[in-house]
């Protein structure tokens, strides 16, 4: 049974940086896809950043690009979100997701059928 399990949020003053942890287990796959996604009150959930694991390629959304980096350390079976630059805007909570293959991170729009329960994230400005 796949479990993936959030930590690493908080509360940061705008411009500062947080890194989000996801620790997956009982994954027996090599190469797949997962992604943070994040919903804030009132709004609906959208993906933040995607990751092939295996093959390396991310997709960022548009409002996170260029602050937030997405990878994942295979030995550590761990996926991770380094968030910088912080804005009252990011404040939402962050999920992980994950996804079996054949997968794609060509958009954000996929229906991942694994999911954390989530860690929050408070930017105040």
């Known amino acids: 049974q796949v479990q993936l399990v959030e930590s690493g949020g908080g509360s940061v003053q705008a411009g500062g940086s947080l890194r989000l942890s996801c620790s997956a287990s009982?994954?027996?796959?090599?190469?797949?896809?997962m992604g943070w996604f994040r919903q804030a009150p009132g709004k609906e959930r959208e993906g933040v950043a995607l990751?092939?694991?295996?093959?390396?390629?991310?997709t960022y959304a548009d409002s996170v690009k260029g602050r937030f980096t997405i990878s994942h350390d295979n030995a550590r079976n761990t996926l991770y979100l380094q968030m910088n630059s912080l804005k009252p805007e990011d404040s939402a909570m962050y999920y992980c997701?994950?996804?079996?293959?054949?997968?794609?991170?060509?958009?954000?729009?996929?229906?991942?059928?694994?999911w954390g329960q989530g860690t929050q994230v408070t930017v105040s400005s």
């Open positions: 997701a994950a996804d079996s293959p054949p997968c794609s991170i060509a958009t954000m729009d996929v229906a991942y059928p694994y």
């Open positions: 009982g994954y027996g796959y090599v190469k797949y896809c």
């Open positions: 990751i092939y694991v295996g093959y390396g390629g991310t």
